[in-house]
């Protein structure tokens, strides 16, 4: 009786360090441009080489311009950045879908959506969102930039083994009510730290029934519960999904691989370190109205007031009111916002773009709203012309953007300014994140975004939905 | 490598829990391709914030100045990854934190700097803060072979606290194998053995 950690853990063991440190072979390293030109620098100066160069795919996200793309770049520090890995993929070997690829994209998008993501491997990158591959069943987690320089030279860390929390979802989810409703839910009640020194294994039936682009929004923040992993056992759901992806495997070979991935799930009378249960049905579409993302409520739910929390809390509550501009115990309802951002590694696929666009169909966004739809991969925009989307969301008044990181971090052109509010489809609402100091961030779903954008303020996005504006 | 065995060191008290990564570093500063230079804009936002209302950011006290000791609460390090962080905090002298607790990534980009993440209990951090606040020259002795932090005034001595850090990281750190990778070189056959029997590597 093992879980799936216990058995990918152990599959990929290579020996006990004398630190007493788990040497861990790692099945697939994902790079990008900001957090590993000083890991090839560091390789360089200590005279190694990359090991496996087939087992690391490289990719350009966190600042690349998502509006004029043409090279080179007008931000030359992101010209150099770009031009750095280039040059450290060419020298070393690694393959780098770059932006005329046409698979570019955020590192957690394009890995699942080229088949590269699968059950049953270990997978690092230098980016904490790397828990978003668990839901194929992996073990995803991110490192440090020493780690990555780590990782090529030997292919392995040196790592500690995480205890498993099972997180049981029963119940079904109301209309309007999306993933990311769910994790956010899950973070509020566990806590931002609840999950450290544990693995997120996320089941039952809420789960079960969810398609791999939301398993990937609810693994996607686990590290934002101070969970390093999160990850969904590998069934019917996963296997579709990874049947004909270009670098899943073909054939026969697809028969063999579907029987082992399967085989790594979770015994079903395992024991799991803890145990937690979550109604879906009595979750509601869900806001951050802090600066971190443990800090949400109900859209029917007025904002928590800092006299009723412990008093360990009540200072870091108020704070972040104070930071917010918000005022305890109103309704978060009809809170203004100046910008709506739909994208990220959290919601930037094709099913979050569908349902932003069938809010905005039909509707405009509100007068002194800046909106953007920031693709996740190039393969998504591609996807969401096809079927229209981009035009939807032109016609109702959002921005089309090229794919990338954007405003969830702005380390390229797209950032609030000043104390402007913005309601995002990303997972962090730190102070500061979306480029100015004084920026406010709530987070919800997508289609809260796109409701959020129409309506000028927060709002319940079950409103619009089933009716045409 | 070096071991590191007892890190000495005045204290910096930088209270506030879940204190993320941003903070420590903001993203527009990770626009480079190097870590030089990181240490100027350590918490530089929430530096300004404590400027702006005319308060003065404990990084900016000058009663702190070179201090090597980090104090600070829960979750530390929260947040993305990046190695820019405790980039930033060690390139600016800081060598050794003691908190309640640290976020796990950070606390092992940490270990991998040579920079310990020691926790201790929340009553015995917050009275560290106190005295440091009050006695900015007290002298925080972090000894990793005992255990605990000494701390020790110019007029009083105050004591010592017991202080926790994961076995295998504190091996790796007194045994000078925080900085692991030629010891996950030393067996490239059981790396390649390892590989071998995943059947991923060759469906
Ligand atoms: S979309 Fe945001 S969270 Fe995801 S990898 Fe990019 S910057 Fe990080």
């Keep these: 009786m093992a879980t799936l950690f216990e058995k990918v853990w152990n599959a990929h063991r290579v020996r006990v360090l004398p630190s007493g440190h788990t040497q861990l072979f790692i099945g697939l390293h994902l790079i990008h441009e900001v957090t590993s030109p000083q890991a090839f620098d560091m390789l360089r100066l200590s005279g190694r080489a990359v090991r496996r160069p087939d087992r690391t795919i490289a990719t350009v996200d966190h600042i690349v311009p998502t509006e004029r793309q043409a090279r080179p770049f007008r931000d030359t520090l992101a010209e150099e950045m770009l031009r750095a890995l280039e040059r450290n993929c060419a020298a070393s070997g690694v393959e780098l879908l770059g932006l005329d690829s046409g698979r570019q994209g955020i590192v957690h998008v394009i890995g699942p959506e080229l088949g590269l993501t699968q059950p049953g491997m270990t997978i690092a990158c230098g980016d904490s969102h790397t828990s978003t591959h668990g839901a194929f069943g992996a073990l995803a987690f991110g490192i440090g930039t020493s780690q990555v320089r780590d990782v090529l030279a030997s292919q392995t860390l040196a790592m500690e083994p995480l205890a498993v929390r099972r997180i049981d979802v029963t119940g079904s989810l109301a209309a309007g009510v999306y993933a990311k409703d769910v994790i956010l839910t899950i973070i509020r009640r566990l806590g931002v730290n609840g999950g450290a020194g544990f693995a997120y294994e996320y089941g039952g039936p809420a789960i079960e029934r969810m398609s791999m682009e939301e398993r990937m929004t609810v693994c996607n923040m686990s590290i934002e519960g101070g969970a390093r992993i999160g990850y969904v056992n590998p069934d019917d759901t996963t296997i579709a999904w990874l049947r004909g992806r270009p670098r899943a495997p073909q054939g026969p070979a697809f028969e063999r691989a579907a029987a082992w991935w399967r085989s790594m799930a979770s015994d079903a009378d395992v024991v799991y370190a803890d145990r937690v249960t979550v109604d879906a049905a009595a979750i509601e579409p869900t806001v951050t109205w802090g600066t971190h993302p443990g800090q949400s409520v109900g859209i029917g739910q007025a904002l928590p007031s800092p006299r009723d929390a412990e008093a360990a809390g009540s200072r870091e509550m108020a704070d972040a009111l104070a930071f917010m501009g918000l005022e305890p115990g109103r309704p978060i309802q009809g809170t203004k916002v100046d910008v709506a951002f739909i994208g990220s590694c959290t919601n930037g696929r094709l099913s979050d773009l569908r349902e932003a666009a069938s809010v905005a169909r039909g509707r405009h966004v509100a007068a002194g709203v800046r909106a953007m739809v920031v693709p996740g991969s190039q393969q998504v925009a591609a996807a969401a012309e096809r079927e229209g989307l981009h035009e939807v969301f032109a016609a109702a008044g959002f921005e089309w953007r090229g794919a990338g990181c954007s405003m969830c971090l702005a380390m390229n052109e797209d950032r609030l300014t000043g104390r402007e509010v913005c309601a995002s489809s990303s997972n962090r609402n730190f102070r500061g994140r979306q480029g100015s100091p004084t920026g406010r961030t709530l987070l919800m779903s997508p289609a809260m975004v796109a409701a959020a954008a129409v309506a000028g303020e927060i709002t319940d996005v079950r409103r619009f939905l089933g009716t045409r504006g | ?203």
């Design chain 2, 1 to 203: 490598m070096k071991p590191i065995v007892r890190i000495e060191g005045r204290g910096l008290p930088l209270p506030g829990a879940n204190i993320d990564t941003d903070r420590i570093i903001p993203a527009r500063f990770l626009r480079t391709v190097t870590f030089d230079g990181l240490e100027q804009h350590a918490f530089e936002d929430d530096r300004a914030a404590c400027a702006s209302r005319g308060e003065i950011h404990p990084f900016d006290d000058p009663r702190f100045a070179g201090a090597a000791v980090l104090v600070v609460n829960n979750n530390f390090g929260c947040g993305s990854s990046r190695e820019h962080a405790p980039q930033a905090l060690h390139r600016r002298g800081v060598r050794a934190v003691i908190g309640e607790s640290f976020s796990e990534i950070f606390f092992g980009n940490a270990v991998m700097l040579g920079m310990p993440c020691v926790t201790a209990a929340a009553e015995d951090v917050s009275r560290l803060q106190g005295i440091v606040m009050a006695a900015p020259d007290a002298v925080l002795s972090v000894d990793l072979a005992q255990s605990a932090c000494g701390i020790a005034g110019e007029a009083a001595p105050y004591g010592r606290i017991a202080i926790h850090l994961p076995p295998s990281a504190r091996e790796a750190l007194l045994s000078g194998a925080w900085d692991a990778t030629a010891l996950l070189l030393a067996d490239a056959e059981a790396i390649d053995r390892t590989a071998a029997a995943l059947p991923y590597l060759r469906w």
